[in-house]
């Protein structure tokens, strides 16, 4: 007889209420994310322009020679733009396997098949994407606010500009939300995540194409909304209130993002099933 | 059996793909203990466990799970199921006690008793001794069984299994099958087994569920089924004016007359017939009987005179 019986038992522990499944996946997910070196590497990576950022602070609040670097709404409207690169590169090496690997793996039928909606399985692989892309956007743009605040050693910046706190959660929260459903809906298009990147990146590169081509050929900057990029741009000025370089109405702009939104759910409601049918 | 006393229960249940009815009203009841759900491919056998689970809508009908409407309840239907998809399903990048721990914690058990829990049912089905490996690398055979652990993890009331035993070597195959009976008669575990197999579903259900063309054709326990209402006859024959007639003329009688491998036949004499006139249908065919020895009914015999042979 062995010592400890291995075999099967009844579990009569606690289970946790219903609808905690998107926590779990979102944690799982981003513990995998964090097990990468390539991944870490990428993130201390997007984390240098903040360390610039913060001597320029720091310069332009200590050194006197140094004021023309002083610390505005365009500082903080650049660094986000800035970290554009950083968010286009995390949301291809986070976002393209995301849903496309489980549906290599038939992991939907697995997950489907516990206690939980569909809503909630895309609520938690889009909580993956976008709590990583806030750590390279929202919350270093946060931090250059708090070390404002630090270096000059009084709040006077902070009160002649209190927009810009939501500001900056505003365009880093509508950036983030936007790219992260995109780069879902795409995923769920695909079981392979190398082809979900290559097409993210040809969308992202070739909308931008086509609006220069466009704006070459008419000079209407009103076409920047078929290119996201664009579009991000001209709401990213409105928001932290700096004029505009673009004609596109900012409700213009509003109203592709929202409708890359809807579309994008729309494509990960019809695409995130248990059952794939054909017929 | 009503919705309350069964672990299972369809109500007139239509689910279509395209035009195609994939059931096509099914009325049924699955009882406690392990039932199976037998039929050919394409009988409907995995759209019903996948309508159960809630995967696919019925375009009519009602369905029960553990008492609860699938309908309304399909969450906490599945709390209380575990399900063994027929096809290769795994979560990638974690090695096998991560993979069943994550399901349990996804089915609401706390981190730790989820860990636990994984470390326990991997040993049960056989995996102990591999758990730390990606399963990605698992055999079909191992793949089978990870399947398994993750549908009982957070111990369900009821395990659907959709055709548990494909791909495995007959080793794994009986270790497999071993597993499922052990869950239904000793663990209190209810199953459901889907397979085109009878010999898996002779060896681990008691009653079964035929399945053909999308509509049940035959239920029960299988040792109810298996004694005939008549008798069963193994027959050689010898006819010089082909044989042809003959099995016409066991049909338009109401004998069901089964064609074997080689020139055996099974003919089934429904009662109060017997061999008398089984003998004179051959003579009035001018058929010499050869060979004629009452036979056992088998689940195969079960299943073939359900879904006509085909």
Redesign the interface.
């Known amino acids: 007889m062995p010592i400890h019986d ?6 009569g ?6 609808g ?2 998107w926590s ?2 979102a944690r ?1 997910g981003i513990r ?1 994310m964090l097990a990468k070196r390539a991944f870490v590497a990428l993130l201390l990576f997007a984390w240098l322009p903040f360390l610039v950022r913060a001597v320029q602070i720091y310069a332009a609040t200590n050194l006197p020679q140094a004021q023309f670097l002083a610390a505005d709404a365009r500082l903080f409207r650049d660094f986000l733009e800035q970290q554009g690169v950083f968010l286009f590169f995390i949301t291809v090496y986070v976002g393209s ?1 995301l849903i496309a ?2 549906r ?4 939907l ?9 569909r809503f909630e399985y895309i609520v938690g692989k889009f909580a993956v994407l976008a709590i990583l892309l806030l750590f390279v956007t929202w919350v270093p743009a946060m931090l250059l606010l708090l070390v404002q605040i630090a270096f000059s050693g009084s709040f006077s910046f902070f009160v002649d500009n209190l927009f810009l706190f939501p500001a900056i959660t505003l365009f880093s929260f509508v950036e983030v939300a936007a790219v992260s459903l995109m780069m879902l809906a795409l995923s769920s298009l695909s079981r392979s995540s190398r082809y979900v990147g290559i097409l993210y990146a040809v969308l992202m590169f070739f909308s931008g194409a086509i609006y220069r081509m466009l704006y070459a050929v008419t000079g209407d900057s009103r076409l920047a909304f078929v290119s996201l990029p664009s579009t991000l741009e001209q709401l990213g000025d409105a928001i932290f209130r700096l004029p505009l370089t673009m004609d596109l109405p900012v409700s213009g702009a509003l109203l592709v993002i929202v409708l890359l939104m809807v579309g994008s759910s729309y494509v990960l409601r019809q695409r995130v ?3 794939e ?1 054909v ?1 | 059996m009503d919705a309350q006393s069964s672990v299972a229960a369809l109500d007139d249940v239509t689910v279509i ?4 009815a994939a059931l096509n009203g099914v009325s049924v009841s699955f009882a406690q203990g392990a039932v199976g759900l037998l039929g050919p491919n394409g009988a409907g056998k995995s759209t019903m466990i ?1 309508a159960l ?4 809508v019925p375009s009519r009908g009602r369905m029960h799970v553990l008492g609860d409407d699938v309908a309304t309840s399909s ?2 239907i ?2 209380r ?3 063994m ?1 027929e ?7 974690l090695n096998a006690v991560s993979f069943v721990a ?2 349990g ?6 981190p730790a ?1 989820a860990m636990q ?1 994984a470390h ?2 991997l ?2 089905v056989g995996l ?1 001794e591999a758990r730390y490996r990606n399963v ?1 690398t698992y055999s079909t055979g191992m793949k089978q069984r990870i399947k398994l652990a ?3 993890v ?2 369900p009331d009821l395990v659907l299994l959709d055709e548990p035993t494909n791909g495995m070597d007959p080793k794994g195959r009986e270790e497999m099958l071993a597993l499922i009976r ?2 239904a008669r000793n ?2 575990v209810n199953v459901i087994v889907s397979s085109h197999l009878l010999p898996d579903i002779e060896l681990t259900c008691d009653r079964i569920v035929v399945m053909d063309k999308g509509r049940v054709v035959t239920e029960g326990l299988i040792e109810g089924l298996k004694q005939p209402h008549g008798q069963l006859f193994e027959l050689r024959v010898k006819a010089p004016l082909g044989r042809e007639a003959f099995v016409a003329a066991l049909g338009a009688q109401g004998f069901d007359c089964q064609q074997g491998d080689d020139d055996v036949m099974k003919v089934f004499v429904p009662a109060p017939h017997g061999a008398r006139e089984l003998f004179a249908l051959a003579a009035s065919h001018q058929v010499q009987v050869r060979h004629l020895r009452p036979s056992v009914a088998t689940l195969e015999d079960v299943f073939a005179q359900a879904v006509g042979g085909d």
């Open positions: 291995q075999g099967y038992r009844r579990y522990g606690t289970r946790a209420p219903s905690r499944a779990v996946i799982a995998t396997g690997n489980d290599r793996a038939n992991a039928q697995i997950y489907l098949s516990k206690p939980m909606t099933r248990g059952v049918v017929t | 793909y395209g035009r195609q996948k689970l809630g995967f696919v969450r906490e599945r709390a199921v575990g399900y998809p096809s290769d399903a795994h979560i990638p990048g994550y399901c914690e996804l089915s609401g058990l706390p008793d829990r326990e049912v040993f049960y102990g990605e993750q549908a009982l957070h111990d052990d869950l663990k209190g």
